[in-house]
């Protein structure tokens, strides 16, 4: 299975600002995807980030929002822009067709978001 | 719409208990069905299953798939306190997309 990093591993942020979660993979993927994981809820995909054109956003998530950067196979960006209190969430990244298992999905060790 | 309903939402038992998780799912071009296992923040991977009959072993897990009832089961024998965890099911529709997942079996295990 392909070794997923992200950055930062938890952060405690202000109402208003911006916090950028980076995913790091340590071989090139086909997919990568961003999800949310609200307090006692299931994983929500928020968008599939794009090698080299726009992320495709599922309903209720929008760019403004939620800005993602793929500028190559093994690296990703998710912006959590104006934040809130309901962004508390834990923010994963996920990967999916590493070579071996074209159809296995994983995921990164995720990003805790507080928001004050 | 595609949806992966497991059952049940929560089960605690004692240490040294078997227990079945469910999950069953109606989804267009089903390709696989996957099961995680969730402790503190990442999912950790544990069985893709892609054919009905094929029972799938790690240790004390096992999972089976049967797709002409759309279904699927994890078991996990001689229960310890470290299986406490949410487990997901999760299904796969077709290649390019992500999971769709269900909303996950908490398990409780008291010694």
Redesign the interface.
Known sequence: ?AVISQKPSRDICQRGTSLTIQCQVDSQVT?M?W?RQQPG???T?IA?ANQGSEATYESGFVIDKFPISRPNLTFSTLTVSNMSPEDSS?Y?C?V?GTGR??????????T?LTVL | EDKVVQSPLSLVVHEGDTVTLNCSYEVTNFRSLLWYKQEKKAPTFLFMLTSSGIEKKSGRLSSILDKKELFSILNITATQTGDSAVYLCAVDNQAGTALIFGKGTTLSVSS
């Open positions: 299975s997919m995807f999800y809820q299931s994983l995909l599939t834990i994963l996920s999916k298992g074209y159809n296995e999905q994983f995921f990164g060790p995720g805790r």
